[in-house]
């Protein structure tokens, strides 16, 4: 009997290769490894065991999140038999056909391990996004029609991948043969395809959106970024700017802060053109090019419960009222001072206000007398407990949005005034025949769970 190679093994495997394929496919992101690297050593080593703190460095070195774009919700189906099989599902719904600063005609979750031993093992993420051709904003009723006819026709991931990666799901992991030959697979159907691009049609779509192109224009999917996290993303920035990348005008998501972080931060900078050959109206074959793919680096901090999620809100909508008012100072500026006045610095204060989620355990340490109080406030203030962070393992739909939007090279055109298609996280999940985790639920669950431990340990009724 060989040995059964696991689901997180798989999921491993499987973000290493795709990685080496990206580099192969777009240099640039090795570029980007090599200088997150730098500035990952750089902060252990100014920081020591505080650089560890939202995961060890192991982690942090390995951690990646892919982004890919399909077509239906059969072939998001797909996606999740194959990302079943690495241990990754379904989270969050993200709708960003009304994303601010541009729509896209497209709704998306996230494929990621759900539990922490998971996520500590390996914490490979997708963002999987998924066109709406029935959403008369961006697509009219002829288009759309065409549109959903061409998707039904193709087929992004052959019989045998989908075959393996159930069996892989069922029995929770693969013999040896049997995951070599489901990883080849599974990477090869991300990797960038040489067939010929029909060009009447990419170009008939990319006039709505050149998400909606390099989605439905062809019959492959690609994978679109590959993104490593850093732990000074503003460092970063400075160091890709020196080599002479150009990178996008501003760092996403909340501001550089001397407080803890949280959600996360991200940038990125275009890829090159890439070669590709397209089918002209004549028939012919032509070597061409089309810009799409990009690179994009992130940081992440805590995970905001949903009332420090409303709060970072309403800081985001102060900033934009106060950059519209008072032009004269950057948007930066002012949300570097809506941070400094409305939101707290410390991990003790986000904790005691119940904006970002912790686990908790005992103290060792403890002052021994007395009965212990049963406020987690107090418990905290008077070091009975001590609260680690949990760090935030989703998406931002506004930075995603500014993502796509800063990398398009045609914003396409929205009729606002036609039909919406609804879509929310119910429908994703009954298309997809899988739950779609809400991520709060996620944080909650483990907290909870940390906080019923040190109840049943302290003997209190409730925390
Ligand atoms: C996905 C854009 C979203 C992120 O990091 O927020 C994303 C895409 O371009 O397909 O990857
Ligand atoms: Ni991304």
Excluded: C
Excluded at 7 to 20: C, G, I, V, Y
Excluded at 198 to 219: C, F, K, Q
């Amino acid at each position: 009997m060989s040995e059964v190679v696991q689901p997180w093994q798989l999921r491993a495997s499987f973000a290493q290769r795709l990685s080496t394929l990206y580099g192969t496919e777009v240099p640039a992101y090795n570029m980007l490894l090599e200088v997150s690297g730098e500035v990952n050593a750089n902060v252990l080593r100014q920081q020591g065991a505080e650089a560890e703190r939202l995961g060890s460095i192991d982690r942090v070195t390995a951690e990646r999140h892919g982004a890919i774009r399909v077509g239906t919700p059969q072939e998001l189906a797909e996606v999740a038999r194959i990302f079943g099989a690495l241990g990754m599902y379904p989270t969050g719904f993200y709708d960003l056909r009304d994303a601010v600063p541009a729509p896209i005609p497209v709704v998306s979750t996230a494929f990621r391990p759900v539990d922490s031993v998971e996520l500590a093992r390996n914490p490979f993420r997708v963002f999987t996004s998924m066109l709406v051709p029935e959403d008369r904003r961006f697509f009219s009723p002829g288009l759309g029609k065409r549109l959903s006819r061409f998707l039904a026709a193709r087929t992004l991931f052959p019989d045998e991948l989908l075959a393996l990666a159930d069996h892989a799901e069922a029995e929770q992991g693969l013999p040896q043969a049997d995951a070599e030959r489901f990883l080849e697979l599974a990477v090869q159907a991300f990797a960038l395809s040489r067939e010929p691009v029909d060009r009447i049609w990419y170009s008939e779509l990319e006039a709505v959106s050149s998400v909606a192109a390099d989605i439905g224009g062809v019959t492959t999917t690609h994978i679109n970024h590959l993104t490593p996290r850093v732990l000074d993303i503003d460092d970063l920035y400075q160091r890709m700017s020196d080599r002479g990348i150009t990178m996008i005008d501003r760092i996403q998501g909340p501001p550089r802060w001397r407080g803890a972080d949280i959600l996360l931060r991200q940038t990125s900078f275009r890829a090159l053109a890439e070669s590709r050959r397209f089918r002209e109206p004549d028939g012919a074959v032509v070597e061409g090019s089309l810009r799409v793919r990009f690179g994009e680096v992130e940081a992440r901090g805590l995970a905001p419960t949903p009332v420090g999620r409303d709060k970072y809100e309403a800081m985001i909508l102060e900033t934009d009222r106060r950059a519209v008012s008072d032009p004269e100072r950057s948007r930066a500026e002012h949300m570097a001072q809506v941070w400094r006045e409305q939101f707290p610095t410390t991990e003790l204060d986000l904790a005691q206000q119940d904006l970002a989620y912790f686990t908790f355990r005992i103290n060792d340490a403890r002052p021994r007398d007395g009965q212990p109080p049963t406020s987690l406030a107090t418990l905290l203030s008077e070091s009975w407990i001590i609260a680690e962070p949990i760090v935030y393992e989703d998406f931002l739909p506004r930075s995603a949005a500014g993502i796509f939007s800063s990398n398009l090279t045609s914003q396409g055109e929205v009729d606002t005034s036609a039909g919406e298609a609804p879509r929310d996280r119910a429908w994703m999940s009954g298309a997809i025949a899988r739950d779609i985790a809400d991520p709060s639920d996620l944080y909650a669950a483990q907290r909870d769970a940390s906080l019923e431990q040190i109840q049943r340990e302290f003997g209190l009724q409730k925390i």
